[in-house]
């Protein structure tokens, strides 16, 4: 690969625990979309409990975030939420579909974790829709447009029995969902081979849906998270035309390197600008936020010219 896909910010990390107006311990694994003419960004945050909360932040360029002063969802205190959200809620991902943002996050509880569904138009009035898995998934992107009228996703289940993958859901409503398949999987003795699963909601180029993901590695010290990205058919998303055999990202800066998980670099969020260019958020060691660009042909062509032939 000639030279970085991704273009780090010059003054990383963009948020951490300090611009927090409520005590956090971390700020990390945000989603990010465009709003309003700006950027709003849903962050995680771990309390000194050790659960999470999701906190939302503002900013007019993307790169410079005001935080509300209250978390923008904490666990539901009644009715199903509550139940499975009881020990937090965790590494939220937005969607715009159809003008309304879905967003999708981690509800932790004695169950396991599942994956839950909000959606709102204003980031004012949330409302809950549904626990969309059962326990053991994780890391839920939904398309920003419907395929023949029905939502579309990617998601990562996790087994003892098979290699941690990506899969793709179909549903009519949001509720209920099926056709399930695996698309992608992890490749031995490569720097995904302990696990894959979505990052970033995938985004729409005239040559595919660009899908950010995220692989793991384990070392004898332990697990390396980086990021790598994959391109999926325009029309028909279970369709993976590549994966780009070599990550676009991993750990590097000391906040990267040093933290409350280290070694991670982790996305939920991605905007792509009139430019052409791609600003990918990710959270560094599970403790702060950073961001940088790239261009989307670019990202394109790494999925096609140096895509990995193993399955
Ligand atoms: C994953 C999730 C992420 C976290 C990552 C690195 O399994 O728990 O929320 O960022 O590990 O710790």
């Known amino acids: 690969m000639a030279g970085p896909l991704v273009h780090r910010y010059e003054k ?10 409520y005590p956090v311990e971390t700020v990390h694994n945000a989603g990010v979309v465009a709003h309003g003419g700006g950027y709003v960004m849903l962050f995680r945050s ?18 410079s975030f005001t935080v509300r002063p209250k978390p923008f969802l904490t666990p539901a205190e009644e009715g199903i939420f509550a139940e499975y959200e009881a020990f937090g809620v965790e590494d939220p991902r937005i969607s715009c579909v159809d003008g309304e943002y879905l967003i999708t996050y981690s509800a932790y509880s004695r169950h396991g974790v599942r994956i839950a569904l909000a959606r ?33 996703r990617l998601d990562r289940p996790h087994s003892e029995i098979a290699p941690w993958s990506i899969w793709i859901s179909y549903s009519p409503d949001l509720v209920h969902w099926g056709e399930s398949r695996r698309i992608i999987a992890p490749v031995p003795y490569h720097w995904d081979e302990a696990k894959v699963g979505p990052g970033a909601p995938p985004i729409k180029t005239d040559r595919g849906w660009l899908s950010i993901y995220h692989g793991a590695f384990q070392t004898m010290g332990g697990g390396v998270y980086r990021l790598g990205i994959a391109l999926h058919d325009l029309g028909d998303p279970s369709k993976v035309l590549g994966v780009g055999d070599e990550w676009i990202l ?12 280290p070694n991670v670099v982790f996305s939920c969020g991605a905007v792509p600008e009139d430019d052409g260019t791609v600003k990918i958020y990710w959270g560094a060691a599970d403790t702060v936020m ?10 394109v062509d790494h999925c096609i010219k140096c895509s990995r032939r193993a399955k």
């Open 46 to 63: 771990h309390l000194k409990t050790g659960r999470s909360v999701i906190g939302l932040a503002e900013s007019k360029d993307g790169f």
């Open 290 to 299: 950073c961001v940088g660009t790239a261009s989307i042909d670019a990202l």
């Open 12 to 21: 990383n990390p963009i948020l951490t625990s300090k611009d927090v107006p």
């Open 250 to 261: 991993q750990p590097e800066d000391p906040w990267e390197i040093t933290g409350y998980v």
């Open 120 to 152: 709102t138009r204003d980031f004012r009035e949330v409302e809950r829709v549904a626990v969309i898995t059962q326990a053991d998934h994780r890391n839920i992107v939904v398309f920003p447009e419907k395929f023949g009228n029905r939502y579309v």
